[in-house]
């Protein structure tokens, strides 16, 4: 037997083992990741139902605060008249007004104490979602490995010493789709999920309301339609973020300028755009990237820059798509790759990777005091058919 073979068949007993642990640890993962999704379930009826007793005790001591007053008052006038009142009006009335003031203290101890717990679960539910999001990271990731390792042990031998670039791509593809999954399913988690609790709430308290106070009832319809206006726009934007339709439609240059057009409405902020030279369609794959590019430079800038002015320049050759986004911001030390306020540069990276998926280049250049200049330049032929 050949010594090729012999490490061959090594090889494969080590990847045999290596499968047969890592699937047992998946596994583990994956039991705390439910029993934790099961725990913020938990955690999430109760909220709901007692921010359904928060809403009821509120009426309540409404209501007592109300009858106090009113006990308060008849108290008063009941002791300055001696003429229509006699000893025992006023014992009655002292006792009737001294039960009410005490069953108001006790309902607003009761309130106190509900949103204590209402807090204590908020930040329970939080610790838990913390833990299931690091489970489901640690299952994805675990996940891409088994995928690979199952596959056939002989092509894994031939190219263990040389992996080419469309398995690399095979990895962050797998990975990429793993973490959109989970980004989905936070935002509908927060978004919409949440806004669809509170209009539940929202609809209990007016059905109480309509028949007490029509007034407040008439507020709490109009608190609510705010918040199914929310929950819609929330809907939108992530269908929006999961893929712009006019990327399709229309091009990319035209859904750069509705987005430029948005972001300047919401943040204030002056965004200029430039195109140079645009001689015809551009593949849809590196659209879509270039599109997550300035999207995500843009909102670097929003959150880190404190910049008033953004110049976006799309320069299009025959061989090669060139894009510069250039702001007047605080900017950040290129050697530490932070910025002032601390935070680190995940964004850029994601952005660099984007790039390198389709054998483009992205640099970034900053200082602090001077802004950021990013500069990408992508190939638009296709090389060994990376991204057809």
Do not use: W
């Not at 999704?37 to 109760?46: A, L, S, V």
């Not at 209402?118 to 891409?144: D, M, N, P, Q, W």
């Not at 439609?249 to 200029?272: K, Q, W």
């Not at 790039?355 to 970034?364: Q, T």
Request: charged letters at 35%; glycine letters at 4%.
């Amino acid at each position: 037997m050949s010594k090729a073979k012999i490490d061959l068949k090594r090889m494969n007993e080590i990847i045999e083992k290596t499968i047969v642990t890592i699937e047992s640890g998946r596994q583990e993962i994956f039991e705390i990741a439910e029993d934790a999704r099961k725990e913020c379930e938990r955690i999430e009826n109760e909220l709901v139902k007692i921010n359904h007793k928060i809403s009821s005790t509120i009426f309540e001591v409404d209501k007592l605060e109300r009858e106090e007053k009113r006990t308060k008052a008849k108290l008063m006038m009941v002791s300055k008249d001696f003429n229509k009142y006699c000893e025992e009006d006023i014992r009655l009335a002292y006792e009737d007004a001294n039960n009410i003031r005490i069953k108001h203290i006790l309902k607003r101890r009761e309130e106190k104490d509900l949103a204590d717990k209402r807090t204590e679960l908020e930040l329970s539910f939080k610790k838990t979602f913390e833990i299931v999001k690091r489970a489901e990271k640690l299952v994805s990731h675990v996940g891409v490995a088994m995928d690979f390792l199952k596959g056939n042990l002989s092509d894994i031998y031939e190219t263990i010493g040389d992996m080419n670039k469309k398995q690399l791509l095979g990895i962050k593809i797998i990975e990429a789709q793993e973490e959109e999954r989970m980004r989905v399913s936070r935002e509908i988690h927060d978004g919409p999920a949440q806004s669809m609790v509170n209009v539940v709430l929202k609809a209990e308290l007016c059905e109480k309301l309509l028949s007490i106070d029509t007034n407040q009832s008439r507020t709490e319809l109009q608190n609510l339609k705010d918040i199914v206006r929310t929950s819609l726009k929330d809907i939108r934007k992530i269908i929006y973020d999961l893929r712009p339709m006019s990327l399709d439609d229309l091009g990319l240059v035209p859904t750069i300028e509705r987005y430029i057009d948005s972001f300047i409405e919401e943040t204030g902020i002056n965004v200029e755009l430039m195109v140079i030279n645009k001689q015809h369609d551009i593949d849809s794959i590196i659209e879509i990237a270039c599109f997550r590019i300035i999207q995500e430079a843009l909102n670097n800038i929003l959150k880190h820059s404190n910049a008033q002015d953004v110049l976006i320049k799309i320069e299009q050759t025959l061989d090669k798509l060139c894009i510069v986004i250039k702001d007047n911001g605080i900017g950040f030390d290129m050697k530490n790759n932070k910025s002032k306020t601390g935070e680190s540069g995940f964004g850029l990276i994601g952005m660099k990777e984007r790039a390198e998926l389709l054998n483009g280049k992205l640099d970034i250049i900053s200082s602090i005091g001077e802004g950021t200049r990013i500069i990408l330049t992508i190939p638009l032929e296709r090389k060994d058919g990376l991204y057809e």
